[in-house]
């Protein structure tokens, strides 16, 4: 059989891949039985429709009904779960070869029970609060059910009718997993489990050893409380990702996902590459509100992938492009594939907090990746598709077209400001009849213009969208981005209160949009429209419910893990493996993390990788950098297990994101996995910069002030530019191909760029370090808002061996001679050293040296404390750095032939 013939390499067809995105995202059942069909809708929209309902933040649409009063976290999360096991059996068909036609009956069944096994704990919440989720559970005798007398010999004279539902609850849920998600997190939350019955045995290492827990305890832990499948991870899914999934699907039911890559394609189409430049864009555009990576290539692809292999590119490059781009859609800010709202539970941390985090490594990624794609156009002679432009000059357009909108934004939040302060009783009424006012003017000029349609890529002749006519045609789909902006970063209001008024907004845009253009166009089908309008309002909801279904399973799954983490010692000692693997080295300890990470998201989606590899990783990055010096914030720990989990669907041998490019494309999944791979190099060198530099990350940048702001455009300047040097570097290709001394100089300066205090480091001590007897001394010194750092030494509680810790002390406003009691450590000091007593109870010190032991025979001693250094500034080295990079420019120039931009 040749490569051409192999079913690897066969292009899908749309039918094919809508099954396939369906398979994956929303369940890939469709009943032929109209009425089964019509159940599975409704049960979807009126998902949709009580989620709304508990969004509202003053319950206004429902404050006239009581119940609505009462309802809290302890049932939301249970009948969030509910909804999803229901959908959950009835859309996704056990095995491939599972009927998709009709649903069969012993899936009826499971849905039911499973269900019931979820509405048990929404039914008998104030139960279970008072009994099972304080470790007493209720009790029934078997001699008193006549049913039961047969079996009391079997199950014993006392059954728990909670244990009984939780444990169908947990296997039905595991089930469900592996129906919506693939095999991968039933097997990780089997295992955990497993382990957590068993907790020893030859496969359990010594380290993670226990005791084992009792069978009861798992279930009452897993199911009937709050810190398993009901915990934060289900929490977050309630209160806030449901939202923003549906808050994309009715954006892109009302036409805005063909309006961003129109809009792609008119900005890029016609440079050097152009659909691939494109390709990134509009991933880029539809990532900002999707939460699968896998249904972004297909959406995006499917028009994109044909475009770029006509232009040159080979079917994997094509695939590897959207791929790259697809799965930079989950870094990039405000949704993250809802990682974004975990990492708020996890990190304690703003929501704002984390989108300033997270935003510069995302941006300078994408960058990268479209200066990538122009590399490659460089390098193989791709040519534009239409007349060729200047990249420079359509960057030159896009950064002034951001600088003009940033400023009107300023203007709208000065005029909000003063008309809040002059009239503040019509304030709200004039800001809402100002939207709508503005709302009707997109509408007035898009009505000038006809609706955008779908373009065939395999169509003989392309003819690309010009940004004049396209850009006019979806102002309005604009305005609930900026309305969730608006709450979000002005009126700094929750993410699912924000969330809330952009839903709302757009379920009025996607009512009224096509009503309100006929009336302007002087259409007499307005009445038409406006069931066309609705039945828009309907899809969206259904779409926004389905594609929760697998999101709401895996974050109620991924709680095993987390619940498990947390009950035993695999949590705690894992941070200890991983040290012994990496015999006390920082940077292959990083490397470890990463690859364990790597590992544990193969086949996850994104929301359960995050939660899987966070809940055992992050951790162990602090506790590490900590032991080794290097004092790493939990943020930045965070984010760095998380771009590593999410490379797992890129890399083969599972990928599902290649797999999913290469049947757009018809290549290779897995030329196309490592081609993807390749690209993502600069999203996989991020993580390790922002550990050894977190101001990569802004932190410690205060963006309420000028200085703060200007430090943060400096840092994304230079790290953008050091981006595109990595970029350069790793493509072998700068101004001319490059030789491999000049890949390595490229490479030598995109490091100095981003991490000039290493070589600080090397000249400078960033400390004077003094002796633990001058803590104190030290501390009365010290200036409101200096950092100290203190290094604590002494024997581990479990092992008794050695262990050191590096601790973080900002000095505050406390009277000098005050400050060392309100640390709360107890300083002994005795002859040439300070020995430690355990510190005072709640004190902020308290938890990280809680592993050390105090009551041995080798004490705990403050060994150093270490002071900021007066030293250089360390942008100093990037002189020698420009100066190399002036130098391999001088040496290319010689062999450049075509333009660099």
């Known amino acids: 059989m040749s490569t051409a013939q192999k079913p690897k390499a066969r292009e899908f067809s749309d039918d094919e891949l809508s099954d396939l995105v369906a398979s994956t995202d929303s369940g890939g059942r469709t009943p032929k039985n109209r009425i089964v069909a019509l159940l599975i809708a409704s049960i979807a929209f009126i998902w949709s429709g009580f989620q709304i309902w508990i969004a509202d933040p003053q319950f206004a649409l429902a404050q006239h009904i009581p119940f609505a009063r009462i309802i809290g976290s302890d049932m939301t999360r249970p009948m969030h779960l509910t909804f999803a096991l229901f959908l959950a059996f009835l859309a996704y068909p056990a095995f491939k070869g599972s009927p998709r036609s009709y649903i069969p009956l012993y899936d009826w069944a499971l849905a039911f ?38 079996f009391e010999g079997l199950i014993g004279s006392t059954i728990y009718p909670q244990i009984i539902v939780g444990t169908i609850g947990l296997i039905l849920l595991l089930e469900a997993s592996r129906r919506a998600l693939g095999p991968a997190l039933t097997i990780v939350g089997s295992i955990f489990l497993a382990y957590s019955y068993f907790g020893q045995g030859w496969l359990i290492p010594d380290l993670i050893a226990h005791e084992g827990r009792s069978f009861n305890g798992i279930i009452n832990t897993q199911w009937l409380s709050t810190e398993g499948v009901f915990g934060i991870p289900l929490g977050v899914s309630t209160a806030f990702v449901f939202l923003f999934v549906l808050f994309g699907a009715l954006l892109d039911k009302a036409g805005a996902g063909n309006y961003f890559i129109k809009l792609a394609f008119a900005g890029l189409g016609h440079l050097r590459g152009g659909p691939a430049k494109a390709a990134v864009v509009g991933s880029a555009a539809t990532g900002l509100i999707s939460g699968s990576s896998i249904a972004n290539v297909v959406t995006t692809g499917t028009f994109t992938i044909p475009l770029m292999k006509r232009v040159g590119f080979t079917s ?12 930079n859609g989950q870094i990039m800010p405000p949704v993250m594939g809802a990682a974004a709202f975990l990492m708020v539970e996890f990190v304690g941390i703003s929501y704002l907090e984390v989108i300033k985090h997270a935003f510069i490594p995302a941006v300078i990624s994408y960058i990268a990746l479209v200066y990538i794609v122009h590399l490659e156009a460089l390098k193989n002679g791709i040519p534009a598709l239409g007349e060729g432009a200047s990249l420079l000059t359509m960057a030159w357009k896009t950064a002034v077209g951001f600088v003009v909108t940033g400023a009107a934004f300023y203007g709208v939040i000065a005029a909000v400001g003063f008309l809040r302060d002059a009239a503040p009783a019509i304030s709200t009424l004039v800001t809402v009849l100002a939207l709508l006012g503005i709302y009707l003017g997109c509408l007035f000029v898009a009505s000038k213009r006809p609706d955008l349609e779908l373009d065939d890529p395999k169509a003989k002749d392309i003819k690309l969208p010009v940004m004049r006519e396209v850009f006019p045609t979806g102002l309005h789909y604009l305005l609930p981005i900026i309305v969730l902006i608006w709450f979000l970063m002005v009126e700094r209001q929750s993410p699912a209160k924000s969330a809330y008024f952009a839903v709302m907004t757009m379920l009025f845009i996607i009512l009224t949009q096509r009503p309100f253009k006929a009336l302007l166009r002087g259409q007499a089908d307005v009445i038409a429209q406006f069931s066309l309008g609705v039945k828009d309002l309907v899809d969206g909801m259904i779409s926004g419910a389905r594609n929760m279904i697998g999101i709401a399973v895996a974050t109620g799954a991924a709680g095993v893990i987390v619940a498990t983490v947390t009950r035993t010692p695999i949590g705690t000692e894992l941070a200890g493996l991983v040290e012994m693997l990496a015999l006390g080295n920082l940077f292959l300890m990083l490397v470890l993390v990463g690859l364990f990470s790597l590992v544990l998201g193969l086949g996850l989606p994104t929301t359960a990788n995050y939660i899987v590899v966070s809940s055992l990783m992050a951790t162990v990055v602090v506790s590490l950098g900590a032991q080794e010096g290097l004092i790493v914030p939990l943020i930045a720990a965070h984010l760095f297990v998380f771009y590593f989990g999410l490379m797992a669907d890129v ?15 018809g290549g290779d999944p897995i030329k196309t996995g490592f081609q993807a791979f390749f690209y993502s190099l600069r999203t996989l060198a991020l993580p390790f910069l922002f550990i050894y530099n977190p101001t990569l990350i802004l932190y410690g940048v205060d963006l309420g002030t000028t200085a703060g702001v200007l430090q943060a455009v400096f840092i994304f300047i230079v790290a953008t530019f050091a981006m595109l040097l990595f970029a350069a570097a790793t493509q072998g290709y700068f101004l001319a191909r490059s030789k491999l001394h000049e890949s390595a100089a490229l490479l030598l300066v995109a490091f100095t760029l981003f991490v000039p205090n290493f070589w600080l480091d090397r000249v400078q001590p960033e400390f004077n370090r003094l002796s633990g007897l001058e803590f104190e001394q030290v501390l009365e010194q010290a200036e409101a808002g200096d950092q100290l750092r203190l290094e604590v030494t002494g024997p581990d509680f479990n092992t008794g061996q ?10 505050d406003e406390t009277p000098p001679a005050q400050r060392a009691g309100q640390t709360g450590l107890f300083l002994m000091p005795d002859s040439d050293r300070m020995v430690l007593d355990e510190p005072m109870f709640g004190s902020p010190f308290q938890s990280a040296l809680g592993d050390f032991d105090f009551y041995g025979r080798e004490q705990v001693e403050l060994s150093a404390v ?29 062999r450049q032939t075509q333009p660099a931009f």
Do not use: C, H
């Open 866 to 894: 270490l002071r900021p250094a007066d030293r250089l500034p360390e942008q100093l080295f990037y002189i020698p750095a420009l100066l190399l990079l002036f130098g391999v420019i001088l040496l290319q120039r010689r």
């Open 113 to 150: 029970v499973a269900a019931g096994s979820a509405f048990y704990v929404f039914w008998f919440s104030r139960e279970l609060s008072g009994s099972a989720r304080q470790g007493r559970l209720t009790q029934v005798q078997t001699a008193d059910v006549p049913i039961l007398n047969n």
């Open 651 to 665: 890399t083969p041998p599972v990928g599902l994101a290649s797999f999913a490019a290469s049947a757009v494309s």
């Open 316 to 327: 994997e490059k094509a695939g590897a492009v959207e791929v790259s781009s697809s799965v």
């Open 802 to 811: 050695p262990r050191s810790v590096t601790l973080v002390l900002n000095v």
